[in-house]
């Protein structure tokens, strides 16, 4: 669905990448910059993609959390921003989406970007209440943010 959409939206309205300062694509081989050398463009992409390889190396991390220590159901994740975050991988999307609402500038990363946000930063919350429920006094002494480090 994400797909059909942003298409369609860069089809329809993405004019602003056929060139900065044109509207076509004739004018942006006439001395037009290019929608890629942009500043907004290249940090974009370049969030996107540690934002990705992030999410990769977390869901890396959960995935081979099992077996627990002392044959415990559920253990602590240790490594990587869940060193500093409950949620690692949570954020590790976000930054993943921020830099692809950067890179698209439009309507359609932003909206991305938002839906995640609503979603993952109350999941956040639960997820760090669950684990402060389940492990207590252990879980408390590392002293990890919710979603961002050292702010929430």
């Avoid at 004019?15 to 694509?25: A, I, P, Y």
């Avoid at 992030?54 to 995935?63: A, E, L």
């Avoid at 950067?102 to 684990?131: D, E, K, M």
Wanted: aromatic share 16%; proline share 5%; glycine share 12%.
């Amino acid at each position: 669905m994400h797909a059909h959409l942003n298409a369609r939206w860069y089809a329809e309205y993405g004019t602003h990448l056929l060139g900065v300062g044109g509207s076509s694509s004739k004018e942006n081989t006439k001395g037009g910059r290019s929608w890629t050398s942009t500043w907004c463009f290249r940090i974009g992409v370049t969030l996107y993609y540690l934002g990705l390889a992030s999410v990769i190396y977390h869901d890396h991390i959960m995935r081979t959390l099992r077996p627990c220590p002392n044959d415990a159901r559920y253990c602590i994740p240790h490594g990587g921003l869940f060193e500093y975050v409950t949620a690692g991988n949570y954020l590790s999307e976000l930054v993943m989406w921020a830099g692809f609402a950067s890179a698209s500038w439009g309507p359609n990363g932003a909206f991305i970007f938002l839906i995640s946000a609503a979603n993952l930063v109350p999941r956040s919350a639960s997820t760090h209440q669950w684990y402060l429920n389940n492990f207590p006094g252990e879980y408390e002494v590392l002293e990890r943010g919710r979603l961002l480090p050292g702010i929430w």
